[in-house]
């Protein structure tokens, strides 16, 4: 099946689209669901950033990027107007992919950046000043947390998209995402929507996974991707091999659920972007 996606060509969307992925719960799967929908979009010729904006960078780590103290990372550029093209660095065996790495500085980030002008800009603002026209995404992992970075990532973006773990706290705390992203849409961002939501750590053996499921589906309709992403043990070891799990094991039920959740976001560029 993994092989099946290299028959047909992905649709490029007409000018980069920018995506946060984003849910102020923990471990819900956003990093992971970046580093891999990255990964997949870039395997099918699409031209990736990930910007990690964690200052845990679980998602620099998941892309083998390699840091020390002298790294200049997405903390430089909202801190010290570096640029992001000079920060980011290519994807060790995935062509067409980079990442815009996060050190520890940017645990600081936070509130140094309440003293800065338009301090909720600022990642904005680097865009801006990037050309992107030989970009077809960037995909901007966010903290679990709804503070100063996130609403960095909601300004710079057009789409949120929210992985959304298959348990039982999974809705809790959804409410207030929503009003999160009202609010940048209606005093920021007139421009942002909520694109994708994505089912993460389904377990079918499980009620309570497909309940999960089933509400959320009622609730967001077509915003949530068809594809449900299984729990995968695949997926759990792929970042400490520095490898996203469509390198690590691409045959894996973990890398072809995300195969196919990328897929679908690429064949939604149209209707997005237009
Ligand atoms: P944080 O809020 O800390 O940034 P997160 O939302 O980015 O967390 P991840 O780090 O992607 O979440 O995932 C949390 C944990 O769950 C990780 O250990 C990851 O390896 C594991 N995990 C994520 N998706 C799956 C999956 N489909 N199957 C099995 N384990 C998974
Ligand atoms: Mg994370």
Redesign the pocket.
């Known amino acids: 099946m993994a092989v099946r996606g290299h028959e047909d060509a992905w649709p490029r969307p007409k000018s980069c689209r920018v995506i946060s992925v984003a ?1 102020q719960k ?8 970046t580093v891999n929908i990255a990964a997949a979009l870039a395997m099918h010729g699409q031209r990736v950033l990930v910007v990690d904006l ?1 200052p ?1 960078g ?1 998602a620099s780590t998941a892309l083998g990027m390699e840091r020390d103290n002298q790294t200049r990372s997405i903390y430089h550029c909202l801190v010290e107007d570096e640029e992001i093209r000079k920060l980011s660095q290519p994807v060790p065996d995935i062509p067409n992919l980079w990442c815009a790495p996060a050190t520890i500085d940017l645990a600081g980030a936070e509130i140094e950046l309440v003293s800065l002008v338009a301090r909720e800009a600022r990642l904005k603002r680097a865009f801006a000043a990037y050309d992107t026209s030989d970009l077809d995404y960037i995909l901007i992992d966010c ?2 947390s709804l503070g100063l970075l996130t609403v960095n990532a909601m300004v710079a973006c057009d789409e949120v998209m929210i ?1 959304i773990q298959c348990e039982y706290y999974a809705l809790e705390g959804l409410g207030q995402l929503l009003r999160n992203v009202e609010l940048v849409q209606s005093h920021l961002n007139p421009g942002l929507a909520i694109s994708t939501i994505l089912l ?2 389904y377990d079918g053996r499980t009620r309570l996974s497909q309940q999960v499921a089933d509400e959320v589906r009622s609730h967001f309709g077509s915003t949530v991707l068809e594809t449900l ?5 695949r ?2 070891e792929a ?1 400490s091999y520095g490898q996203s799990v469509m390198t690590y094991d691409p045959g894996s039920t ?1 890398a072809v659920a995300y195969l196919e959740a990328a897929r679908e976001i690429a064949h939604r560029a149209q209707t997005v972007s237009g």
Not at 229 to 233: A, L
Request: net charge positive; hydrophobic share 20%.
């Open positions: 849910n923990g471990g819900v799967g956003k990093t992971t669901t964690d845990q679980n903290p679990p992985p993460t750590m992403i299984p729990r995968s043990v997926v759990s970042p973990g």
